[in-house]
């Protein structure tokens, strides 16, 4: 079975303060895919992230970074600099990556991101 | 850029009511989903479909629920008699074979009463 878990419910910052969601997630295969998407207010889903477990270099885009580290199962996503627009519920999720798997997502319970002014 | 297209955006509807939402996924994508997110909680797998079969399906999609593409273009769920706890957001999704992106659609809003 597949599972993730964020253990932070809410974070709260002042705008231009980096913030860092935790994601661990469990999984028994060797192949898998790792997700973040970006809820806002508005309750669309927006993605923000794919990485192949393959792929273990960290990424970089623009003010967000992401780690990933196999050896501590976790795919930990940062927001330099935040800004008030950042605020939303930021959910990790994760996918088998094997044929006939269907790639459905488990998803985290979710991280609701306040940036204050 | 293309877009996976969800109506309505909300829906009220009586408990005991059939409501079937809507979703048109992107045309060259084989593969669609629908997921479920109740209020303030985690979005959840409902099913999967291709090839005009379902895939599979979690336990929350019993016989209440039901799936179709009945015309190529459109994917439908529909619940046959509503429950207050089938007030959630649902989200169709698609994807290509060899993408295994997802592209979400905006969502459903669905209001049991």
């Known amino acids: 079975a597949q599972k993730v878990t964020q253990a932070q419910t809410e974070i709260s910052v002042v705008e231009k303060e980096d913030v860092t969601l935790d994601c661990v997630y469990e999984t028994r295969d060797t192949t898998y895919y790792l997700f973040w998407y970006k809820q806002p207010p508005s309750g669309e889903l927006v993605f923000l992230i794919r990485r192949n477990s393959f792929d273990e270099q960290n990424e970089i885009s623009g003010r967000y970074s992401w780690n990933f580290q196999k050896s501590t199962s976790s795919f930990n996503f940062t927001i330099t600099a935040s800004q008030v627009v950042d605020s939303a519920v930021y959910f990790c999720?994760?996918?088998?990556?094997?044929?006939?798997?269907?790639?459905?997502?488990?998803f985290g319970k979710g991280t609701l991101l306040t940036v204050n002014p | 850029e293309p877009e996976v297209t969800q109506t309505p955006s909300h829906q009220v509807t009586q408990m005991g009511q059939e409501v079937i939402l809507r979703c048109v996924p992107i045309s060259n994508h084989l593969y669609f989903y629908w997921y479920r997110q109740i209020l303030g909680q985690k979005v959840e797998f409902l099913v999967s479909?291709?090839?005009?079969?379902?895939?599979?399906k979690s336990e929350i999609f019993d016989d209440q629920f039901s799936v179709e593409r009945p015309d190529g273009s459109n994917f439908t769920l529909k619940i046959r008699s509503t429950k207050l706890e089938d007030s959630a957001m649902y989200f169709c999704?698609?994807?290509?074979?060899?993408?295994?992106?997802?592209?979400f659609g905006s969502g459903t809003r669905l209001t049991v009463v």
């Open positions: 999704a698609s994807r290509t074979s060899f993408d295994y992106g997802y592209t």
């Open positions: 479909f291709y090839n005009n079969e379902i895939s599979e």
């Open positions: 999720a994760l996918s088998r990556n094997s044929g006939g798997s269907n790639y459905k997502l488990t």
